[in-house]
């Protein structure tokens, strides 16, 4: 059996999200947003959270002082502002964005610094000995000033290929200077695994701790990062949801969870990690970036089954096809609906949705039909919601709270203040019929106006539904415009979302029935009729 790396005394885990993870396309984060996503960090426990730069940009620095002012209470994070090395031929007493580091007034700095002689000549276009100059005079300058000082060795290991000399010559000066750590960046992100481990074990001769900080351009930014750990840092760096410039940083919570779980070391409290879910999702929402449903331990498919042999076995040992629990990092094995499932995968998605379906001749009939469905353009996979809906028929469970009598739509060329598109749906609700037009922009809007119109008298709560994706594809590649499509639509009232799926010959048809069924799940749900509880399955 492998060998497990022994921890170390002290170990850090450090984000960099609101600074590196900043960097990435589409990425623009207010004052109010780092706030709240350094309230997440904090809960999950993590010991150090880069806030910006502050001076470079005025958010950066509002969001440092209004940290410092107390709108930013935290438990278990250290705050550090980042910056650079003073300017060349000058002073870091003199230079104004070194005295910003001290301005935001966090008990740590982490200070960017040249590692790489190319870049020193090149891009600074200065001496290498005026380089380790910089470096000498900023770190020192900050740590009199009371300040913990970080160092990152910025194209460390591209640094160290060209001129290893001078790579550990700037190592050794910032902890000579007073770095507590210095962090090997492998800032190009083009180091793999099995590189790692001998530049690290050169770096750790000085006798400074390191850290490493990887990007992901190789895909190897986790691999790299654990192979640092193992070659003797102390201090890893890394982004929520693998966000930062280009590919990305390395995943921190992937980082964590291999640490904690796989090495058996405690790098943040256990209470974070059953949290690291819900946490990663509150970030990309904040950051309005999708997340990754494939994401390793967090992802919505992390823990997904789909074919027929893997829910057999799931069945017998839900371990049997899973490296861990997934509620240790507050996730959830989820069974897949599709043309692919077999009687298991039908049987276990029920009895995850309440239901039992422990009838062979009824799971084997409700299989057939999915595969049916699915032939026609159906997908069950995300749409849990028209799933149920199609178990509950199928099941004879009354779904009486409406019936829709009849719909229509049309779009205009004239574009009003309310939109351009008007729909009547007639609804039968509480035995009287309910006739309401509604206009919007685009027939799905103006359709979901005049549903939402006909049902609020009756049921208030759908006030508080609202469509947050919406797609479309189409199915019969080579068709044209009388293409079958199919719609998916994305429905949240605030406490949770839910997707529902629509086929049809025309993408209004089936954006009716996704958004028909949408309103049809979330009332039953806000109306407590999901499931009589025990459930007796009939054939």
């Given at each position: ?18 600074r ?84 935001a ?131 890893v ?9 280009r ?7 992937t980082?964590i ?17 059953v ?11 904040i ?182 994706d ?26 949770r ?16 029935e996704a ?25």
């Amino acid at each position: 059996m492998t060998k497990l790396p022994v921890a170390p005394d002290t170990f850090h885990v450090f984000d960099t999200t609101l600074r590196d993870g900043a960097q990435q396309e589409g990425i623009r984060l207010t004052v109010q947003d780092k706030l709240r996503i350094a309230g997440l960090l904090d809960e999950l426990g993590v010991g150090f959270i880069e806030g910006g730069w502050p001076g470079a940009n005025p958010s950066d620095t509002e969001f440092f002082a209004r940290a410092a002012d107390g709108e930013l209470t935290l438990r278990h994070a250290t705050l550090v502002a980042f910056g650079a090395t003073r300017k060349v031929g000058t002073t870091a007493a003199e230079d104004p964005q070194v005295q910003a580091l001290l301005d935001a007034r966090t008990e740590v700095v982490c200070i960017v610094a040249k590692s790489h002689d190319e870049h020193v000549r090149r891009a600074l276009k200065t001496t290498l000995e005026e380089n380790l100059a910089m470096v000498r005079d900023t770190v020192a300058h900050l740590v009199s000033q009371g300040r913990r000082v970080f160092v990152d060795a910025e194209h460390f290991f591209d640094g160290y290929r060209s001129n290893p000399a001078y790579a550990l010559l700037v190592v050794r000066t910032a902890a000579e200077a007073g770095a507590e750590v210095v962090i090997l960046c492998d800032t190009n992100g083009g180091m793999l695994p099995s590189w790692m481990g001998d530049v690290v074990s050169a770096a750790a001769q000085i006798g400074v701790d390191l850290g490493i900080h990887c990007h992901n351009d190789t895909g190897c930014a986790v691999a790299n990062t654990l192979a640092a750990v193992e070659a003797g840092v102390m201090h890893v760096q890394g982004t929520m949801n693998e966000t930062g410039e280009r590919t990305g940083n390395a995943n921190l919570v992937t980082v964590i969870a291999n640490l904690q779980l796989k090495y058996g070391w405690q790098v943040i409290p256990p209470e974070g990690l059953v949290e690291a879910s819900r946490i990663a999702h509150a970030i990309a929402a904040i950051a309005n970036v999708p997340m990754n449903n494939r994401q390793p331990y967090v992802g919505l498919s992390a823990f997904a089954h789909k074919a027929g042999l893997h829910a057999s076995a799931i069945k017998v040992d839900a371990n049997l096809y899973q490296h861990i629990d997934p509620t240790l990092v507050g996730n959830d094995m989820r069974m897949l609906v599709s043309d692919m499932a077999g009687r298991a995968n039908i049987q276990l998605k029920g009895s995850e949705l309440g239901y039992d379906l422990s009838d062979r001749e009824l799971a084997a009939q409700i299989t057939d039909l999915v595969k049916a469905r699915e032939m026609d353009g159906y997908t069950y996979e995300s749409a849990d919601a028209s799933f149920e809906l199609l178990l509950r028929s199928e099941l004879g469970l009354a779904d009486d709270l409406y019936q829709v009598v009849a719909w229509r739509v049309f779009t205009s060329s004239n574009v009003g203040p309310e939109g351009d598109s008007e729909a009547t749906v007639k609804l039968r609700v509480n035995g009287s019929v309910e006739g309401l037009v509604g206009e919007g922009h685009g027939p799905l809007n103006a359709l979901d106006v005049a549903l939402r119109r006909a049902l609020v008298r009756a049921y208030p709560e759908v006030d508080n539904f609202e469509l947050t994706d919406y797609r479309v594809r189409i199915l019969d590649q080579g068709h044209g415009t009388d293409a079958i499509v199919r719609t998916l639509i994305d429905t949240t009232d605030g406490d949770r979302t839910w997707t529902t799926v629509g086929v049809g010959s025309s993408v209004v048809e089936a954006s009716w029935e996704a958004l028909h069924d949408a309103y049809r799940w979330g009332l039953l749900k806000n109306h407590g009729v999901s499931v009589p509880a025990p459930l007796v399955a009939a054939s």
